[in-house]
């Protein structure tokens, strides 16, 4: 039998995106309707944390460059939405159509991406809220 001449190299672990797909797909268009429909402060909340989310995991990925920029044209259009129903103004289809190229970038993309990559950007993107919230209210205590 011959020897191995091969190093040995450990490999992360790569969970496959299953039902979580589905689930964050599902939860990115019923919060996007809600916005619409309602102008639901919650739905607008609840989207912005997963664009911010998945475009954390998506930044350093050359593979993901395109989708990216998307994506952050889809956060920009959020920022604008974000003050038009903080001023009780409705929301119109010209103001969600980056955010549905948006979204439908994030669902093209979620089957390349891992998700150890996602949580860990989870992670980032919870720690980084809290600073700057700690920062505008002056507090040092977590949220």
């Given at each position: 039998m011959r020897k191995r001449n091969k190093a040995y190299?450990?490999?992360?672990?790569?969970?496959?995106m299953t039902g979580f797909r589905d689930m964050l797909a599902l939860h990115m268009y019923s919060s996007l309707v809600g916005i619409e429909s309602a102008g639901d402060l919650d739905s607008f909340d609840s989207l912005a944390n997963i664009i911010n989310m998945i475009g954390l995991a998506m930044a350093d990925d050359p593979r993901l460059a395109h989708q990216f920029r998307l994506v952050q044209?889809?956060?920009?259009?959020?920022?604008d939405i974000g003050r038009l129903l903080e001023a009780?103004?409705?929301?119109?289809e010209r103001h969600t159509a980056p955010v549905r190229v948006a979204i439908g970038a994030?669902?093209?993309?979620?089957?390349?991406?891992d998700v150890s990559k996602i949580y860990l950007a989870?992670?980032?993107a919870v720690a980084l809220l809290r600073a700057q919230r700690a920062q505008t209210t002056g507090d040092c205590i977590n949220a």
């Open positions: 190299k450990p490999r992360t672990i790569r969970i496959p044209g889809g956060a920009s259009a959020m920022n009780g103004l409705t929301v119109q994030i669902d093209s993309v979620l089957p390349m991406m989870e992670k980032t």
